[in-house]
Each structure stands twice: as structure tokens, then as C-alpha cells.
């Protein structure tokens, strides 16, 4: 709103104010108002659960809050993008309400939730972008019928949800390895909106690549406390809204299947989790009994490796599929 009044002389400004208050506005935010949080009740069958026990969690309301109000107010967001910073928000909500809740929310009704948003957000895109996708950058669209795109694209939110979410249980794991993600996607829309590409306008590249910077500022606003030992936790109300944001980066490029390698960490470790489940509601017994998941607790329990360890290397496994895959697409 702001950088549409102050035009191209003021646009660059903004940009740098928009950067700066979303790292030092998250950090001077999250030390004012930690102790409003809701505190977490420790995670009975996690690996190290009990450490979590007393401290405040929910912080995701804080620096996803920053983010969506510095975007609204400091980028040149059009009404798609309104929407989905709409949609973070209210991903954002239901995630903090569940953190804040004595007693947490059951499957279905999370489920429920999940989809609504899931739903909206791919209706958006449809209205906006039509249902065709890519490949490779430079190679031509495929078109599918919008009714076919907007399940995929609902299952791929949906998923993308569920599996951040899962990875949020060591400190500093979540928000590192989305620093790996959300910096691979910045890539891809740098190069996507150049003229010679063509694949996305200049303008939206330049808008969702300042909104990415944006949110990982506040990421990293945010990962200022939590690194470990934490001193206070994203919760569902963070997890949730990274995993949407991902999501709707990997089809914004029109790209949705980089969702796969530049995610991948996250689709494993929380994914074999929710495969896990499924499973055993498939097959009504135990299944994948020696895999402890998520995968971070099994690296924790079984493989003996130390917060710090799990961190690191689940983030040098993520860099090391991105980085492989970046160069061979657009370099």
C-alpha cells in the first residue's frame, strides 16, 4: 500500500524498510511479548520432550503477524497476493489457537481446516493463473482441466502443511531448513522473471522474491531465540504457515513439482510419519516398527546424533539436493 503511494522514487526505500523491520521488528516483538505465549506442556513420546516443558510456544503468531503486515503495508501486493497472506494468517490462527488450547485439537478437525485453506488458496490461483503448469523453464505448459489442477494443487497444500508441521519438533530444525527451502525458491523466481525466461513476469517475480526476503528475515528474527538451547518455540502457529507459504511459492513459479527436491527434507521427515499412520489405518497393524518417526527422532534415539548434529545435517542434505538441482534447471 505504502510503496504504491510513494511510486518507483520511494520503492527501493521501502524495500529496505520492509527487510530491516521484519528482522529487528520480529526480534524486538518476540523479547516484549514471549511471556504472553501460551506455554508448552512438554511432548510426551518426542525424543528430549521434556526439555520443551514451560516455555513459550506459539511464536509463529509473532513473526508470520510481522511478515503479513510489512508485506501488506510495504510491498507492491496485488489481490492475488492478498489473498494468500490472508490464507497465512488464518493458517497462522489455527495454529495458535491449537497451541494455546488445553486440550489439542483432534485430526479431523485440523484436518478440516487444512482443507478449507488448501481449497481457497488453489481456487486463487486457478482465478488468476489458469491450471496450466511447467516442467522445466524452458520447456512449454501443460494444461490440465481446472477442476484436475485445483485437487492436485489442494493435495500438494495440504501435504506441504502437514509435513512442516511434523518437522517442528528440534530446536532451530523447522525454521533452519526453511531458510534452505525459501532461499532455493528466491533463486527460481529471480531467474523465471528474467526477459530472456519469460516464464513469469518481471513484477511478480520481483514481488514474491521481496516477500520471500521478507519472510525469511522474520524466520530469522524468530530463529534468534530458538536456536538451541531455545528459549522459546514456533509452534503450529509458525509450522503450519511455512509449510502454506512453500506450497504456494511452488506453484506461484508455475513450477509445482520443485516443490519435491526443494522440500525434500521436509517431505521425508515428516512425511514418513503421515505414511506410517496410513498405514496402519491400511493395514490394521504395526508398520515401519524399526523407523522411529519423525525421522529427527529417529537420528536422535537410534542414531545417537545431538540436537546440533540433527540440525546441521538434515540441513546439509537439504543444501545438497537444492543446490544440484538449481544449477542444472537455471543455470
Known amino acids: ?27 524486538c516483538l ?24 514451560g516455555k513459550p510456544r506459539g511464536a509463529g503468531i509473532i513473526f508470520i503477524l510481522v511478515f503479513a503486515i510489512l508485506s501488506f503495508l510495504l510491498l507492491p501486493a496485488d489481490n492475488e497476493a492478498m489473498i494468500y497472506l490472508l490464507m497465512l494468517v488464518a493458517a497462522m490462527l489455527t495454529g495458535y489457537l491449537d497451541d494455546a488450547s488445553s486440550k489439542p485439537w483432534g485430526r479431523l478437525k485440523k484436518g478440516l481446516l487444512d482443507f478449507v485453506i488448501a481449497g481457497v488458496c488453489a481456487g486463487t490461483y ?13 520447456g512449454g505448459t501443460i494444461e490440465l482441466h481446472p477442476v484436475l489442477f485445483c485437487a492436485l494443487a489442494i493435495i500438494l497444500i495440504f501435504a506441504a502443511i502437514n509435513v512442516v508441521n511434523c518437522t517442528d519438533g528440534v530446536d532451530g530444525l523447522c525454521g533452519t531448513i526453511a531458510l534452505v527451502s525459501l532461499l532455493s525458491f528466491y533463486v527460481v523466481f529471480n531467474y523465471l ?7 513469469i513476469s518481471g513484477s511478480d517475480a520481483a514481488l514474491y522474491g521481496a516477500m520471500i526476503i521478507t519472510f525469511l528475515l522474520s524466520l530469522m528474527g524468530y530463529l534468534w531465540f530458538n536456536a538451541s538451547p531455545s528459549r522459546l518455540m514456533m509452534g503450529d502457529a509458525g509450522s503450519r504457515a ?5 506450497a504456494l511459492l511452488s506453484l506461484r513459479c508455475s513450477m509445482p513439482f520443485l516443490f519435491l527436491p526443494l522440500c525434500l527434507v521436509f517431505i521425508v521427515d515428516g512425511g514418513i510419519g503421515l505414511v506410517k499412520i496410513i498405514l496402519i ?7 515401519l516398527k524399526k523407523i ?5 527422532d529417529h537420528a536422535r534415539k537410534v542414531k545417537g546424533w545431538s540436537d546440533t548434529q540433527t540440525v546441521f545435517r538434515l ?6 539436493v537444492s543446490i544440484p538441482v538449481l544449477c542444472a534447471l537455471f543455470m
Open 1 to 27: 500500500m505504502i510503496y504504491k503511494l510513494l511510486g518507483s522514487t520511494g520503492s527501493h526505500y521501502c524495500l529496505l524498510a520492509c527487510f530491516a523491520l521484519a528482522f529487528l521488528g520480529t526480534i
Open 30 to 53: 518476540l523479547s516484549w511479548l514471549k511471556n504472553l505465549l501460551p506455554v508448552d506442556g512438554g511432548k510426551e513420546f518426542a525424543v528430549n520432550g521434556e526439555k520443551s516443558k
Open 126 to 138: 486457478i482465478n488468476f493463473n489458469g491450471s496450466s503448469f511447467r516442467l522445466l523453464p524452458d
Open 193 to 199: 522473471g528474467k526477459e530472456s525466461v519469460g516464464v
Open 242 to 246: 511455512i509449510g502454506l507459504f512453500v
Open 281 to 287: 489405518k491400511l493395514f490394521r497393524r504395526p508398520m
Open 292 to 296: 522411529r518417526t519423525p525421522l529427527h
Open 315 to 320: 540441513a546439509i542434505i537439504q543444501v545438497a
